[in-house]
């Protein structure tokens, strides 16, 4: 008999989101990471379906305090080309919801998860990485740095981009690189930015400005090429503010820049497959894609409520040598659809291409124009399938 039911290896976000999610619905859980590193400055948006599941695991009331609501988020045609888009708001109270989400700091929410696994009697944390996976027909043998060995009868790989739980069970992946890369920073600035989110669409990438719980400070992540970028991050503090400050068009008033400015290459990953017998894959293990429009842990997130529903152990039901493959054609349409669509924003801002502008700016002037429209598209945003059900509902 198997030691664990479930072997999580990964200890990002989504590996210990995974972790509590299955340790709370009966499971015996090992988490197999080495101890979160720190100084991540980047924030994450976490739409309203996802801190719904962060509330079911009992953790939103400890983050809520400090995580900032986005109350409207606005899309403003930053190309300076001759074919521009209309400004688009988005407005939560829209569609009857009071924030879209929120803005989290990732150092609060890894930490918030880490004392969470801690107090999890359910989960056995290992603060190691995984040397060796065996997948076999009746369990995945684990292998730690140290030369501890324990078997489970399900693995889970959220182990990022990287992942040696992909690569044991044989599962290839797409990959392709944007010459891009993103920088990202935190800022102050002398006009509130009352609870709006404001991503400028611009020839190098999206510019996304985002809410954070001091009325003055927002978050940045800044999209553009990767030589521009290059030479932005060399700039001191004070040049890369003003140039904030004239991208926003002085939306936000006077602009600080705080503390770090990070720089992250961009690509895109989807494997072939999310899962395979014995094994399933969650977050940047099964799809990376750039920080744009709010997907990434959402999408994650998304692939562990549907395994926590597979992987109910409330009544001691075992796991299936079919798991993998199940969870696979789930999976497969909301992953592929979510990072296509992704990829072709990023590569229509890039476009000189006259009809594909066209097309994108006439799209944002529908969705501005058509109320009805701009609804169903903003409650597929927030979760797949929800435009749909609000149009039967109708």
């Known amino acids: 008999m198997a ?3 479930i072997a999580v290896i990964g200890g990002g976000p989504a590996g210990m989101i995974t972790a509590l999610a ?14 979160p590193t720190k100084g991540d400055h980047r924030t994450t948006a ?42 688009v708001s988005f407005r939560s109270a829209e ?32 603060d190691q990485a995984a040397a060796n ?43 392709w690189n944007y010459r891009q890369s993103a920088l990202v920073l935190n800022f102050e600035h002398s006009l509130p930015h009352d609870d709006i989110s404001t991503e400028f669409h611009t020839r190098g990438g999206p510019f996304t400005q985002v809410p954070l719980p001091d009325s003055n400070r927002s978050s940045l992540v800044w999209v553009m090429n990767a030589a521009e970028a290059e030479a932005m991050a060399a700039r001191t503090n004070e040049e890369i503010a003003g140039a904030i400050e ?6 936000l008033g006077a602009v600080k820049v705080e503390g770090e400015v990070q720089k992250w290459p961009l690509s895109s990953l989807v494997a072939h497959r999310f899962g395979k017998g014995r094994v399933a894959l969650v977050g940047e293990a099964a799809h990376a894609f750039p920080p744009i ?39 497969r349409s909301d992953v592929l659809s979510r990072t296509a669509s992704v990829d072709l924003l990023n590569r229509s801002l890039l ?44």
């Not at 709370?24 to 101890?35: D, E, I, T």
């Not at 009071?98 to 609060?108: H, Q």
């Not at 006439?362 to 609804?375: D, E, I, N, T």
Request: charged letters at 25%; zero cysteines; aromatic letters at 6%.
């Open 3 to 5: 030691e664990f039911e």
């Open 22 to 35: 299955l340790a709370r619905a009966g499971r015996r859980v090992a988490l197999v990471a080495p101890a």
């Open 46 to 87: 976490l739409m309203d379906h996802s801190i719904s599941f962060i509330a079911r695991l009992g953790l939103w009331q400890d983050i809520k305090p400090q995580a900032a609501p986005l109350k409207t988020m606005r899309i403003i045609d930053g190309t300076g080309r001759l074919l521009r888009a209309p400004t």
């Open 95 to 126: 569609i009857d919801l009071e924030a879209f989400g929120y803005n989290i700091p990732n150092s609060l929410l890894v930490g918030k998860l880490s004392d969470a696994v801690a107090n999890e009697a359910n989960i056995t944390a290992f």
């Open 133 to 175: 996976i065996e997948t076999g027909k009746n369990a995945v043998a684990v292998t730690l740095a140290a030369g501890e060995r324990f078997e489970a009868e399900f693995a889970i790989g959220a182990d990022g981009r990287g992942s040696r739980v992909r690569e044991s069970a044989g599962i290839g992946t797409g990959q």
């Open 246 to 251: 004239e991208r926003m068009q002085f939306l």
């Open 293 to 331: 429009g709010a997907q990434g842990l959402n999408l994650s997130l998304r692939d562990i409520m549907r395994l926590q529903r597979m992987l109910d152990g409330i009544d001691g039901g075992k796991i299936s040598s079919r798991t993998g493959d199940r969870y696979d054609m789930l999976r």
């Open 351 to 394: 476009a000189d291409f006259l009809p594909a502008q066209l097309a994108r700016s006439a799209g944002l002037y529908v969705l501005s124009a058509v109320p009805p429209l701009r609804q169903f598209a903003m409650r597929e945003g927030v979760q797949p399938m929800r435009g749909i059900k609000a149009l039967f509902a109708g």
